[in-house]
Structures are given as structure tokens and as C-alpha cells.
Nanobody, 120 residues
Framework: QVQLVESGGGLVQAGGSLRLSCTSS????????LGWYRQVPGNERELVAT???????NYADSVKGRFTISRGNVKNILYLQMDGLKPDDTAAYYC??????????????WGQGTQVTVSS
């Protein structure tokens, strides 16, 4: 059973930084893409950043220039470096992995989320 576990969330003042990590049990060679999403209660989950198996990245306009998505030396580890945090960044952050199964189907796996709270 695939597991994704996020860590690194917490309380930080506006302008501060946090680094989120996501470790998974997904087989590295099956990974198509990885990403971070966030959700505020009452709102839809929104994309923060993605990175493909080839290393191409994509960011929400609201975090461009402040957040950096990357993979660890062990490629089933995912990071999100968040600098210049704003109160609007307060949310639960979830990591995702799109993984190919042996039968050719693509499955998206989700972590349980880690809370980021930015105080003004």
C-alpha cells in the first residue's frame, strides 16, 4: 500500500520560511509527476507546485518567486521550500504523486496533509 507522509508544517511569522517534506513508498521508476496542493477549510484544494519526472516545474501565480519545489537525492522524496510567507499562505498542504501501475493505469496518491499557519 502506497503511503505519503508530509512533515515540516508549523506556525511562522509573515516573511518567514518553512520547508515541507514528503516521503513516500512509491517506486521511483513509476513516478510521472509529484506536486503540492493546499486547502483552506471551506475552499477547494488548489495547486501550489508540480514537478515532473523529467524535472520540469510549474507554480501557481500566487507563489511564484517565493516557493521552490524539488526532489531529494532519493527521488521519492519531495520538498517545498517556502520563503516570504504571507498570511494568505495559511492552509493544510498536501503532497501528491502520480504513479504508473504495472497494468498501465495512472494513479494519484495523496498524503494526509501538514498545517502551515502564517501569522501577521
Amino acid at each position: 500500500q502506497v503511503q505519503l507522509v508530509e512533515s515540516g508544517g508549523g506556525l511562522v511569522q509573515a516573511g518567514g520560511s518553512l520547508r515541507l517534506s514528503c516521503t513516500s513508498s512509491v517506486t521511483v521508476l513509476s513516478i510521472k509527476a509529484l506536486g503540492w496542493y493546499r486547502q483552506v477549510p471551506g475552499n477547494e484544494r488548489e495547486l501550489v507546485a508540480t514537478i515532473t519526472s523529467g524535472g520540469s516545474t510549474n507554480y501557481a501565480d500566487s507563489v511564484k518567486g517565493r516557493f521552490t519545489i524539488s526532489r531529494g537525492n532519493v527521488k521519492n522524496i519531495l520538498y517545498l521550500q517556502m520563503d516570504g510567507l504571507k498570511p494568505d499562505d495559511t492552509a493544510a498542504y498536501y503532497c501528491t504523486i502520480d504513479s504508473w501501475s504495472v497494468d498501465g493505469t495512472l494513479t494519484t496518491y495523496w498524503g494526509q496533509g501538514t498545517q502551515v499557519t502564517v501569522s501577521s
